[in-house]
Each structure stands twice: as structure tokens, then as C-alpha cells.
T-cell receptor, first 114, second 113 residues
């Protein structure tokens, strides 16, 4: 299994500002995923971040709004830029397990934009 | 991606078995059936997955219909800790490079003491 930590665990931010969320994994992984979970909703994949290449974004998500860095095999950041109240969500990172069958998720970052 | 249909909510009593259904009538031959659950204020956790045969692990059992158009996650003895949202997800080609998970709304399981 993989142990994933995220920072911050929660934050309250003002409209128009940006927040960078960190995701740290206790083992080296090629792929990392970023998800968004809006209030009362299910998870939606934002992007896939491979080390050494540009992140791949899902439909409806763009790099200018959600830039991602992947500097090494155990770390990634997701920035939520120019925030609006609609960005209030839980943001989660995940990694695949070594068997390739399961994914492990971080505890999430709860973001509130006022 | 093929779609899954789950009841919005189910209720169970502690220490009793729970059968969580999932319909996936448009499943393709290469789709694996995965189950995850999300406990309150936590990220999802993997429960079990299967392709055609029934599967058991320490957390649960997965019963897959012969035509693969439906499956059932079985918790043999529900505990209060099993109260969570349970997601049934189809994932093409388990393993390899296709790890993308598409979450539906899931089933909110309430366990009564």
C-alpha cells in the first residue's frame, strides 16, 4: 500500500487568490492523479500527472486554472488559480498500487473560497 | 466509459450481512468491476475488484452475475465502521497503464447499531 499525505488539510481563501496543494507519497510512483469533489458530489478526475512530462487534463479542466507540478516520483502540487466560490471543494490526490489494480487516495484538502 | 447504476442509499443493522447492488448493463469484455468506499471525511479506499469470477478478500466479497451485467458487493457482517459511500466503478484493462477511475454517485450505506 501507499501512504499519501496532503497539505494543507483545509484552507479558507479569498476570491481571486491562488492556493497550492501539496501531495507527498511514501514511495516512488510514475503516475499521480488529482481529483475534485464538490460539496455533496462524487469525485471528478482533474488531471493525470506523470513525472517528467506535462500533466494530462480531463475535459473541463485547463492548465491555466489548475497548473500541476511533478518535480519527482514522490511529490506533486496542484494550484487552484484565481479562485471563485465555485472552486470550493475537496481536492484529492491518488496513486496506483504496485499491482496496478487499486488506487490509494490522500486524505484530501478541503478548500473554501469566500 | 460504461456506466454503472447504484441505489442512492441503503440501510443495514450492525452484525448483519449487507448486499450492495450495481448494474452495469453496457459493460464490455475488458472492463473490470471495482469497488471503492469513502468513509466520512476521508479519501476513497479500495475494497475489491473482479472480472468474471466471484472474489473474496478480507474486507468483502464480490459476486458477479454470469452475464456480467450486474454485480453485488457483500459485507458479511456490517459494523458501524462500514458506514460509507460505496462506489461501483468499471475500469478497462486492470493493470497496465489505464488507471483512470470514473466515479458515479455511489450508494450511501447507513449502519444502525
Amino acid at each position: 500500500s501507499a501512504v499519501i499525505s496532503q497539505k494543507p488539510s483545509r484552507d479558507i481563501c479569498q476570491r481571486g487568490t491562488s492556493l497550492t496543494i501539496q501531495c507527498q507519497v511514501d514511495s516512488q510512483v510514475t503516475m499521480m492523479f488529482w481529483y475534485r469533489q464538490q460539496p455533496g458530489q462524487s469525485l471528478t478526475l482533474i488531471a493525470t500527472a506523470n513525472q517528467g512530462s506535462e500533466a494530462t487534463y480531463e475535459s473541463g479542466f485547463v492548465i491555466d486554472k489548475f497548473p500541476i507540478s511533478r518535480p519527482n516520483l514522490t511529490f506533486s502540487t496542484l494550484t487552484v488559480s484565481n479562485m471563485s466560490p465555485e472552486d470550493s471543494s475537496i481536492y484529492l490526490c491518488s496513486v496506483p498500487g504496485t499491482s496496478g489494480n487499486e488506487q490509494y487516495f490522500g486524505p484530501g484538502t478541503r478548500l473554501t473560497v469566500t | 466509459d460504461a456506466k454503472t447504476t447504484q441505489p442512492n442509499s441503503m440501510e443495514s443493522n450492525e452484525e448483519e450481512p449487507v448486499h450492495l447492488p450495481c448494474n452495469h448493463s453496457t459493460i464490455s469484455g475488458t472492463d473490470y468491476i471495482h469497488w471503492y468506499r469513502q468513509l466520512p471525511s476521508q479519501g476513497p479506499e479500495y475494497v475489491i475488484h473482479g472480472l468474471t469470477s466471484n472474489v473474496n478478500n478480507r474486507m468483502a466479497s464480490l459476486a458477479i452475475a454470469e452475464d456480467r451485467k450486474s454485480s453485488t458487493l457483500i459485507l458479511h457482517r456490517a459494523t458501524l465502521r462500514d458506514a460509507a459511500v460505496y462506489y461501483c466503478i468499471l475500469r478497462r484493462n486492470s493493470g497496465g497503464s489505464n488507471y483512470k477511475l470514473t466515479f458515479g454517485k455511489g450508494t450511501l450505506l447507513t449502519v444502525n447499531p
